[in-house]
């Protein structure tokens, strides 16, 4: 697990990924030309406020390579 820190409304947290969701997170913001903070800000807010984000950022991820 790899902790990543951001910030989100203004407020720092860290989200504990493994390295290759760190990884595609990374490629998948550069070829959307969108800063990781403003992606994990999108997951965030439309998630279900019952599902942990990071398991909320692995589901989107998984999704985004699936189309």
Same mark, same amino acid.
């Given at each position: #697990?790899? !902790?990543? $820190?951001? $910030?989100?409304?203004? &407020? &720092?947290?860290? %989200?504990?990924?493994? +390295?290759?969701? /760190?990884? =595609?997170? &990374? !490629? %998948? +913001?550069? @070829?959307?030309? !969108?800063? *990781? +903070?403003? /992606? /994990?800000? &999108? %997951?965030?807010?439309? @998630?279900?406020?019952?599902?942990?984000?990071? $398991? =909320? *950022? @692995?589901?989107? %991820?998984?999704? !985004?390579? #699936?189309?």
């Amino acid at each position: #697990m790899t !902790k990543l $820190s951001v $910030s989100l409304s203004g &407020h &720092h947290t860290s %989200i504990s990924l493994e +390295a290759e969701f /760190i990884t =595609a997170l &990374h !490629k %998948i +913001a550069q @070829r959307e030309n !969108k800063s *990781i +903070a403003s /992606i /994990i800000e &999108h %997951i965030d807010s439309n @998630r279900n406020p019952d599902t942990n984000l990071s $398991s =909320a *950022i @692995r589901v989107w %991820i998984l999704k !985004k390579f #699936m189309n």
